[in-house]
């Protein structure tokens, strides 16, 4: 890119969350960014049709997001561009998947207890 934008952030390539990344990248260096909305979709994507896509689709941004947090990116490491607010969304987005963690223990936590008395 030939444009401010381009030359200080451009597009972040090798992560599955290329877009989480750039965003956060693009936050931390003082850019600002607004919602669009336009009339008609100015881009169309697909979504997974059935259930295994689906899975995988979670499995690649849950790997993504533990990469963005074990990394120089996480949001803990910060600069002070970084509003409080956006440092709490980009740490959750890297915490988020270890929440499932706590998640499968409560799941059979109960049918454990029940199978063992």
């Excluded at 915490?95 to 454990?112: G, Q, R």
Aim: glycine fraction near 8%; charged fraction near 15%; aromatic fraction near 16%.
């Amino acid at each position: 890119d030939k444009t401010e934008w381009g030359q200080s952030v451009g597009w972040i390539y090798g992560s599955v969350t290329e877009d989480v990344l750039t965003g956060y990248r693009m936050h931390n260096r003082g850019w600002r960014s607004v919602y669009c909305v336009t009339n008609r979709d100015a881009f169309r994507g697909t979504a997974p049709i059935n259930l295994t896509d689906r899975l995988h689709q979670v499995l690649r941004w849950a790997t993504g997001s533990v990469e963005i947090f074990l990394s120089r990116n996480n949001a803990i490491f910060a600069s002070r561009h970084l509003k409080f607010l956006q440092r709490a969304a980009y740490l959750n987005v890297g915490i988020y998947p270890f929440t499932s963690i706590f998640l499968m223990v409560y799941c059979f936590l109960p049918a454990l207890s029940l199978f063992t008395g």
